[in-house]
Each structure stands twice: as structure tokens, then as C-alpha cells.
Nanobody
């Protein structure tokens, strides 16, 4: 059974940085970060798979970086130049199977989800 546990959320001012971590137990091939702000739909932020394919949402390109430490089996999201619109609950997600051409930020492709960690960016 795959379990995901996020940490690293918090409150920062505009322009600040945070690094989210997600401890992954169990075997997964694709891992990603998603976020959901109050009153808005969940959206994909970044994803990475076992062959190091990486994708980002346009809204975070150049500011966020996703990575995975295979020894620690931990997923990271380095968030720089944070903006108030980045405020949301951030979720770690994983897929056990190979997504192939469907690799990306479609939440329905991910069957395992963490509980979320809150990120708040104040102006």
C-alpha cells in the first residue's frame, strides 16, 4: 500500500521561498504536486516520473522545481518567488503504473494522495 506524507508548508511573504517534502512509502512511478485554493478546482503544479520526465503548470514555470530523492524516497517541491495566488493546500500524489503518453498533471491519473500541507503567501 502506498502512503504519502507531506510536510514543509507554512506562511511566507510575497517573494519568499518554501520547500515542500513528501515521504513516499511503497513503489510508485509517477509523482506530482497538486494544489487547491478555497473555492477553486484542484490544479496540477508539477510532476516527475522514474525516467525523469518533468512537467510544470505554466503558472509556476521558472519559479518552482520538482525533484525526487530515490535513496530517501522523498518528493520535493522547491517554491521560489512566491505570490499570493500560490496560496493553497498542496497535495502530493502518486501513480503506481507507467503513464506513458498520458504523463502529466491530470489528477485522475494519480491514485494515491497525501493529506495536504497549507501554503499561505501574504502580500
Amino acid at each position: 500500500q502506498v502512503q504519502l506524507v507531506e510536510s514543509g508548508g507554512g506562511s511566507v511573504q510575497t517573494g519568499g521561498s518554501l520547500r515542500l517534502s513528501c515521504g513516499v512509502s511503497g513503489y510508485t512511478i509517477t509523482r506530482g504536486w497538486f494544489r487547491q485554493a478555497p473555492g477553486k478546482a484542484r490544479e496540477g503544479v508539477a510532476a516527475i516520473d522514474n525516467v525523469e520526465r518533468i512537467t510544470y503548470a505554466d503558472s509556476v514555470k521558472g519559479r518552482f522545481a520538482i525533484s525526487h530523492d530515490n535513496l530517501k524516497n522523498t518528493l520535493y517541491l522547491q517554491m521560489n518567488s512566491l505570490k499570493p495566488e500560490d496560496t493553497a493546500m498542496y497535495y502530493c500524489a502518486a501513480a503506481a503504473g507507467w503513464l506513458g503518453p498520458t504523463f502529466g498533471l491530470n489528477a485522475v491519473r494519480y491514485e494515491y494522495w497525501g493529506q495536504g500541507t497549507q501554503v499561505t503567501v501574504s502580500s
